[in-house]
């Protein structure tokens, strides 16, 4: 391995390779293997680049009519985003992506070599695939690998849907050696960390935790009557609502199940309640885009439920502000962006207890977590928090301050402390 330059010191962290191989930060989040790492790489290199950091960004072209490289508007700051070509275009699912990480790899180490020696102080890998080219990068280029995991296949393994498929024995080898290979790991949460340690194997001293942010000047409460005007939606509508993509891992079935509980046990909501699922197929959903629908169809709640393509941040925010209540049902998150954007727009969570949400809802305060995916259950919390206005004002205002405590702005500049840091543990194992 290259050693560590002598740059890479507390004084000053001026470009990072960002690693972001299998889907592109400026994809529309919600579609394909777009979701919340899409908004934590932009959100976090928007940050970064606001503190003066150069941050370049490599991901793999999924069209030809994209450029090679792509500057990203951040009000002067500097990011570029690299289409690296590696593979077909188009029509080339996740599953098959390991086999094209050489060439990939290959053309990320070309772009280095236009550019004086020493261009890069850090590399920072999102997803395994990436922490795989990254673990080559750093031993090329010199400088400390940072890794974030974003969704580990040991944990989705543990806690996966019924009818969905477990992740390969090809992606757990991979992810073991990207453990193995980084400098410093980067956990959503105390319970990320814990199963890097604890499953992973992962050094406890090259493991911190570092919670996503929101982006506050986007997400806050915009007024439920101006929202619900702009979509055209009633005023008097009691509106439950999912975000993310469609797939089992989200769990939007149990959504639709504990709405059909509700319908039952309360008659009277059928005449107001409405549920928006924004969001598109995604993973092991591919392969049955129309299920959804055609269960909406079987509990016979076609008639409350809209399914509403993909939107972008601006948009999404308002549909946050619309709502009721915002389920988050997921078998397993590392952390939930999307329940901590609408408790930023004032919209109370009601999630699954598992995973990152339990870091990113506040039981009673922010909203309510539910154990387990019982459909009974997940009524019983719904139709509290929807027929409970004084519990439901106190969930809003509390998820307001809740999601305060949350920013990009801290995520930045505690990454950016854990590069220097990661710089430093390298130098002080090779000396």
């Given at each position: 391995m290259v050693p560590i330059l002598d740059r890479v010191s507390a004084e000053a962290v001026r470009r990072v390779a960002m690693i972001s191989l299998h889907t592109s930060p400026l994809d529309q989040p919600g579609t394909g293997d777009a979701g919340g790492m899409n908004v934590y790489v932009l959100e976090l290199s928007r940050r970064l680049a606001a503190q003066g950091v150069e941050v370049d960004i490599f991901t793999r072209a999924t069209s030809s009519t994209q450029p090679a490289s792509h500057g990203v508007d951040t009000t002067g700051a500097a990011i570029t985003v690299h289409h690296v070509a590696a593979g077909p275009f188009e029509g080339l699912s996740k599953a098959e992506l390991p086999g094209q990480l050489c060439t990939f790899a290959r053309e990320v180490l070309r772009v280095e070599t236009t550019h004086e020696p020493g261009w890069y102080d850090a590399v920072h890998s999102h997803y395994w695939l990436s922490g795989q080219v990254g673990a080559l990068c750093r031993d090329r280029w010199g400088v400390p690998l940072v890794h974030s995991m974003h969704t580990m296949a040991k944990v989705k393994n543990l806690w996966m849907a019924?009818?969905?498929?477990?992740?390969?024995?090809?992606?757990?080898?991979g992810e073991e050696q990207v453990v193995e290979a980084a400098d410093l790991l980067i956990a959503n949460t105390d319970l990320e960390?814990?199963?890097?340690?604890?499953?992973?194997?992962a050094d406890p001293a090259r493991v911190a935790v570092v919670h996503p942010g929101v982006d506050l000047d986007r997400f806050m409460p915009e007024g439920k009557g101006r929202a619900r005007a702009l979509f055209g939606l009633p005023a008097a509508a009691h509106i439950v609502m999912f975000a993310g993509r469609i797939q089992p891992?989200?769990?939007p079935d149990v959504l639709l199940r504990a709405v059909a509980v509700m319908l039952e046990r309360v008659p009277s909501l059928r005449s107001t309640l409405l549920v928006p699922i924004i969001g598109g197929p995604s993973g092991s959903g591919l392969d049955r885009p129309e299920s959804l629908a055609a269960l909406a169809a079987q509990l016979g709640v076609s008639d409350v439920v809209r399914f509403i393509p993909p939107v972008d941040q601006q948009e999404l925010a308002t549909w946050y502000s619309t709502a009721d209540v915002v389920a988050v049902p997921s078998y397993n998150e590392s952390f939930g962006l999307v329940a901590i954007e609408a408790q930023a727009c004032g919209t109370p969570v009601v999630a699954a207890a598992v995973g990152g949400l339990t870091t990113a809802v506040r039981h009673g305060e922010s909203g309510l977590l539910v154990d387990g995916h019982d459909p009974a259950r997940w009524a019983d919390a719904l139709i509290r928090v929807l027929l409970d206005p004084g519990l439901h004002a106190r969930l809003s205002a509390g998820a307001v301050a809740h999601a305060r405590d949350f920013?990009?702005?801290?995520?930045?500049?505690?990454?950016?402390?854990?590069?220097?840091?990661?710089?430093?543990?390298v130098r002080e194992g090779a000396s």
């Open positions: 019924e009818d969905d498929t477990p992740e390969p024995a090809a992606r757990l080898i960390a814990s199963q890097l340690i604890e499953l992973y194997d891992l989200k769990a920013s990009w702005e801290a995520t930045a500049a505690h990454t950016l402390d854990l590069y220097l840091k990661a710089g430093s543990l």
